[in-house]
């Protein structure tokens, strides 16, 4: 667990679309986000995976220049994960062109937003869920600003967070419960009443990660 404790400690990153895209453009080798769960319970993690994707939605603010990474609640009737902060997404249909096609129809269907409301700047490794869905998180600028339609039967609420936020590691907790015999951890970040936790947060650890081999 050292690389949680040097996470945890890290400074923090202020960045901006071109630095992303070029940091994301020179990934030579996309490489897994490690998920520090599968340390804690590695036989919970012995699963057939399917794929999935996300798609991470950064709107630069015109007024203040301040980039805005867009999360949704989900409804809270739902069998899976109700009430749980995400990015839009989901898993990826045998008739989807690309993974890439997965994260934008998704999109579409959850909040509203068209494909052509995005500049698509380049993509993560994957992570790999307890759930069994590897999940490829697509990053994309949102270059015209679209009024939202929220599908009320997947989403409850959709929240901007301040990339500069996400990108502070002291804003992270790494929380460890006990399930049975099992023990389970996960990153957490606490933001004006949203908790972003499990995989979504787990996914922006991916997103510093990246960022911080390719910006100083």
Same mark, same amino acid.
């Given at each position: 667990?050292?690389?949680?404790?040097?996470?945890?400690?890290?400074?923090?990153?202020?960045?901006? /679309?071109? =630095?992303?895209? %070029?940091?994301?453009?020179?990934?030579? =080798?996309?490489? *897994?986000?490690?998920?520090?769960?599968?340390?804690?319970?590695?036989?919970?993690?012995?699963?057939?995976?399917?794929?999935? %994707?996300? #798609?991470?939605?950064?709107?630069?603010?015109?007024?203040?220049?301040? /980039?805005?990474?867009?999360?949704?609640?989900?409804? #809270?009737?739902?069998?899976?994960?109700?009430?749980?902060?995400? !990015? *839009?997404?989901?898993?990826?249909?045998?008739?989807?062109?690309?993974?890439?096609?997965?994260? /934008?129809?998704?999109? #579409?269907?959850?909040?509203?937003? &068209?494909?052509?409301?995005?500049?698509?700047?380049?993509? /993560?490794? =994957?992570?790999?869920?307890?759930?069994?869905?590897?999940?490829?998180? +697509?990053?994309?600028?949102?270059?015209? !600003?679209?009024?939202?339609?929220?599908?009320?039967?997947?989403?409850?609420?959709?929240?901007?967070? *301040?990339?500069?936020?996400?990108?502070?590691?002291?804003?992270?907790? !790494?929380?460890?419960?006990?399930?049975?015999?099992? %023990?389970?951890?996960? !990153? =957490?970040?606490?933001?004006?009443?949203?908790? +972003?936790? $499990?995989?979504? &947060?787990?996914?922006?650890? $991916?997103?510093?990660?990246?960022?911080?081999?390719?910006?100083?």
């Amino acid at each position: 667990m050292s690389d949680i404790v040097q996470f945890l400690n890290a400074p923090p990153i202020s960045t901006n /679309l071109d =630095e992303i895209r %070029a940091a994301l453009d020179t990934t030579q =080798e996309v490489h *897994p986000i490690y998920n520090p769960d599968k340390d804690l319970s590695p036989s919970a993690y012995k699963l057939k995976y399917r794929s999935a %994707a996300v #798609l991470i939605p950064i709107w630069r603010s015109p007024e203040d220049d301040q /980039l805005n990474v867009l999360v949704t609640k989900r409804a #809270l009737h739902m069998r899976n994960h109700p009430g749980q902060i995400s !990015f *839009p997404g989901g898993k990826h249909d045998p008739d989807d062109a690309s993974i890439q096609y997965t994260a /934008l129809r998704e999109t #579409l269907e959850e909040v509203g937003l &068209a494909p052509d409301c995005f500049d698509l700047i380049g993509e /993560l490794g =994957e992570y790999c869920t307890i759930s069994g869905y590897c999940i490829k998180p +697509i990053i994309a600028e949102m270059t015209r !600003f679209s009024e939202m339609s929220l599908c009320e039967d997947e989403v409850k609420s959709v929240h901007w967070v *301040p990339l500069d936020y996400l990108l502070d590691p002291s804003n992270y907790q !790494f929380k460890t419960k006990q399930l049975g015999t099992v %023990a389970r951890g996960y !990153f =957490e970040i606490n933001y004006q009443g949203i908790r +972003i936790w $499990g995989v979504t &947060a787990g996914i922006l650890y $991916g997103l510093y990660q990246t960022l911080s081999n390719h910006i100083r």
